[in-house]
């Protein structure tokens, strides 16, 4: 197949960009940067880069649009024709430009969410939690919905789970030209400010391109805990109590802000960053201190200006506003104690009492943070009683406007956040704590492991003493397969204190993990609420629980079709159970970014929750990529938040729990067909003789370990011979690099050919929510397969009997997924996400053409010999390129 012509080239391009329906403004930001970064490679990179980098770009392009195997071929023969050296750049030119199409995209979402925000019918948005609040009234009636919203609880965890490809620095960079981007949206065209903001732009992106793009070393549990409060520093702290104001506006209407907000605080942040120890041994109980101290500075510092800056602007004359005797006596109080200061602030201050309070309240908020004992608040509740004194001197004193503006936001700070910032959780394996109980009920010495895992009870008395019983009282249990495993919780705490010590406040999270260990889930909890410590502690919440699932061992145990049919069951029996007990269940969902680890839209999963699971509260986590997309920037942030909000409030509306219901049992037949059928097909697959090496062989897998994404080993320590103990987080990682996805989908097409009736398959996934969320994340996971280059990996492995059944699978949950979802093509029912795929998948496939020759020259190189870091560079430098282009790892 001939090379095209430069005419030929771009016409192809052109038309290839214009069949996107790309929004003329993004197309726009898409051309500018991507000018921008040619110009770059041409001033920056070596002699001939930019025409090497256009020819493989124009020929993935044309293998894309024609699918021919020549066109195909010819693209892999340009990829495999570079040098090392040349490959090694072109790589990163390719990684360079997702970073800047994934930086214009959500340009383009933070563009089109100020739009609607600009509309009058903004709070008509389906998905807002004022619209939920108005549909869930309209069923329970006002006084009802009223309670549900004000007991709504969003609780997302971050976790350091190694699934961030990019740099800090990177990341840093992008950050900048976002900023830069913005700038330029705002500058008048051809004007002096547009010039400079694309002069700035280029600078950093040559200051991208010069950056080294993979870490140098492993980041440590400080590392990633820094890495999280830059979120919150960025994002969280304002963003949050925007929601808060939006909702409360969108319910109050004209008289929002003038009277005391209906909305309560319904988010709380948790994380496992410093605190998750399973399988990490560089997460120590001394890393989990630091851990909490630095993010009690973060949001202490935060609290301390946003308080100093309100009192600045709070210059209300006592003769305008008098002050009440509370605010009297509360002054006289403060003085007291900082009398030095209070004289000062006085002088400037003269005759505005509620101005001298706020600033009064910012030193006691930096002498906190200075743990000054004299001048500090003791915990946050003393901060909100005098913020409270505050607000209701200026009620009546008649400024209300003051008294539920700005004020109103740091309380709603104070209450989301307290002095802790994040509800730091403590999560350690089942088999450790039972390891460390048998060598302490022997007697004798006691090992390093004995004494690390007593030092964590330890500290978190500590931090329970320091920053209050929030920052630190939740311990997930992995791998829980009794209640003995539960209990040995507590009597682990007791060993760490001692007799006569102060036992720390324990809310003790079974994490059932394995499609055993959900089934085996409610008859576990049933057992363990009659153990006197979990009983004291059901007693002392008003017997509240929280229960953790894992998503991504029972898809690694079963498959995709099988664990999520067997996640809703075990929901299901855990929430009829906690009912009939009177037990407010919470249930903790371990998903994960990817869809072979429940990653997928969160607001229609929750939708599709079974009854009374999710009853006003869901708690997630949130890792690696997923953390940055969906908190990174303010305006994406609050929209995620808002949309999860409303579907956690109609997850419990009695038509939502109906529709579920009814379904389940309706389509009972066919769940129980899609479990046997897909697990088989599963096991067909992963039970094979030679299973694991094979997949090590024909993935990037061992060598994903090598990429310093987090501090956590990618294995709990046992050879490529076995996937038991493989981690979820790799195993997902690896198919996805290899454009096979296959823990995303494994199974549904043999489960649905099992079922075999189209017209009543059509008809569940219109009307059952579970198949409907199972069958669109499927879609999705599939848009970004690639039948051709997964071929090519899988044929690395000479075993043509399972790579024939990976493509045989492939094809057939193709075929059905497209049948059921209609049109003639994957996501042909979403084109906004359809349009993000196709747009990105040449050029995916440039980076996939590259990492292939890489790891074909490892798999074939003498086994005996020295690896050839040139090769090892190129395919960890492709990895890093693939995940940034499919926005997907771990």
Same mark, same amino acid.
């Given at each position: ?282 997460? $120590? ?57 209070? $004289? ?105 492991? $004995? ?372 049109? $003639? ?66």
């Amino acid at each position: 197949m001939r090379e095209l012509t430069q005419t030929e080239a771009i016409d192809l391009v052109g038309r290839f960009e214009a069949g996107q329906e790309i929004p003329e403004r993004m197309r726009a930001d898409v051309r500018m940067l991507g000018a921008l970064l040619g110009r770059v490679l041409r001033e920056s990179g070596s002699p001939g880069l930019y025409d090497d980098v256009e020819r493989l770009r124009v020929a993935t392009i044309q293998a894309y649009t024609d699918e021919t195997p020549e066109a195909f071929a010819r693209a892999a023969r340009i990829a495999d024709a570079f040098t090392v050296a040349r490959a090694d750049e072109v790589a990163r030119a390719f990684t360079a430009y997702f970073h800047l199409v994934n930086l214009a995209e959500e340009h383009q979402r933070v563009r089109v969410l100020r739009q609607r925000d600009g509309r009058p019918d903004r709070e008509e948005a389906g998905d807002s939690v004022a619209a939920a609040f108005v549909r869930l009234a309209e069923e329970v009636g006002d006084d009802t919905a009223l309670q549900r919203l004000q007991a709504l609880r969003f609780h997302p965890v971050f976790t350091a789970h190694p699934t961030e490809a990019r740099r800090r620095a990177v990341s840093s960079s992008i950050r900048r030209l976002s900023a830069l981007l913005e700038e330029h949206d705002g500058a008048l065209r051809n004007g002096a400010d547009e010039r400079r903001a694309e002069r700035r732009m280029l600078e950093e992106i040559d200051t991208l391109w010069r950056t080294a793009p993979l870490r140098a070393e492993k980041p440590s549990p400080t590392d990633e805990v820094r890495a999280v409060m830059a979120v919150f520093d960025e994002t969280l702290y304002t963003a949050v109590p925007h929601v808060y104001r939006r909702v409360d506006d969108a319910l109050q209407g004209p008289a929002a802000g003038s009277r005391s907000p209906i909305v309560r605080p319904f988010v709380r942040i948790g994380s496992w960053v410093g605190g998750d120890r399973d399988g990490n041994p560089f997460v $120590t109980a001394s890393v989990t201190r630091k851990a909490s101290k630095i993010a009690s500075e973060h949001v202490l510092i935060g609290l301390e200006r946003t308080a100093a800056r309100i009192g600045r602007d709070l210059t209300l004359d006592a003769t305008s506003t008098p002050p009440s005797d509370a605010l009297v006596a509360l002054w006289q109080r403060l003085r007291a104690a900082d009398e030095d200061a209070a $004289t000062d602030i006085a002088k400037r201050s003269p005759n505005e009492p509620h101005r001298r309070i706020l600033l009064l309240i910012a030193r006691k908020i930096a002498a906190t943070r200075a743990r000054d004992a004299d001048l500090a608040y003791r915990d946050p509740e003393h901060l909100l009683a005098d913020l409270r004194v505050v607000q209701d001197s200026l009620v009546k004193a008649g400024a209300p406007r003051q008294a539920y503006g700005h004020l109103q936001q740091l309380l709603w700070q104070v209450e989301t956040y307290g002095f802790h910032l994040t509800e730091l959780e403590v999560r350690q394996h089942s088999a450790v704590h039972a390891k460390v109980l048998a060598e302490l009920e022997a007697g004798g010495e006691r090992s390093e492991l $004995t004494e690390e895992v007593l030092d964590v009870f330890r500290a978190i008395v500590f931090l329970q003493e320091r920053y209050g019983p929030r920052a630190a009282g939740r311990y997930v249990v992995s791998f829980t397969q009794s209640a003995e495993d539960l209990a040995t919780v507590h009597r682990l705490a007791a060993y760490a204190v001692g007799d006569g010590g102060t036992l720390p406040v324990l809310d003790v999270v079974p994490l059932f993990e394995t499609f055993a260990d959900l089934q085996a889930a409610p008859g576990i909890l049933a057992e363990i609420v009659t153990h006197p410590a979990f009983a004291a502690r059901l007693e002392a919440t008003g017997r509240r629980l929280e229960v953790m699932l894992g998503y991504s061992d029972s898809s690694k145990d079963v498959g995709p079709v099988a664990a999520n049919l067997a996640l809703y069951e075990a929901q299901a029996k855990i929430a009829a159970w906690a009912k009939e007990e009177g037990i407010e269940l919470t249930l903790f969902h371990g998903r994960g970014g990817a869809l072979g680890r429940g990653g997928g839209p969160a607001n229609s999963a929750i939708l599709a929750q079974p009854p009374h699971s999710v009853d006003g509260r869901f708690k997630l986590t949130e890792q690696g990529e997923v953390i940055f997309a969906r908190y990174g920037d303010p305006a994406i942030a609050m929209r995620h938040i808002d949309q999860v909000a409303a579907a956690i409030l109609m997850a419990s509306a009695p038509s939502n729990e109906e529709r579920n219901r009814a379904a389940a049992d309706r389509y009972a037949d066919i769940a129980a067909t899609m479990d046997t059928a897909s697990r088989g097909r599963f096991f067909d697959l992963v039970k094979a003789p030679g299973f694991a090496p094979w997949f090590a062989r024909v993935t990037p897998m061992e060598e994903i370990g090598l990429l310093a994404l987090g501090s956590r080993p990618a294995r709990r320590g046992l050879s490529v011979e076995s996937l038991e103990d493989l981690r979820a987080i790799p195993w997902v990682f690896a198919w996805t690099q290899a454009r096979i996805n296959l823990a995303g989908w494994f199974g549904l097409g043999t489960a649905l050919e099992a079922v075999g009736d189209e017209e009543r398959l059509i008809e569940a996934y219109q009307q059952w929510p579970l198949l409907r969320t199972l069958i669109d994340n499927v879609a999705m996971s599939l848009a970004k397969a690639d039948a051709r280059i997964a071929r090519r990996y899988l044929d690395l492995g000479d075993r043509d009997d399972l790579a024939d059944l990976v493509m045989d699978e492939m094809a057939l949950t193709r075929s059905w997924v497209v049948r059921l979802t209609g049109g $003639t093509e994957l996501l042909g029912n979403k084109p906004v996400l359809q349009r993000a795929v196709k747009m990105r998948s040449p050029y995916v496939d440039a980076l996939s053409l590259l990492q292939l020759r890489a790891l074909r020259a490892l798999r074939d190189a003498d086994p005996s010999a020295p690896v050839d870091p040139e090769q090892q560079r190129l395919l960890l430098l492709s990895v890093s390129g693939v995940a940034a282009g499919l926005q997907n790892t771990g």
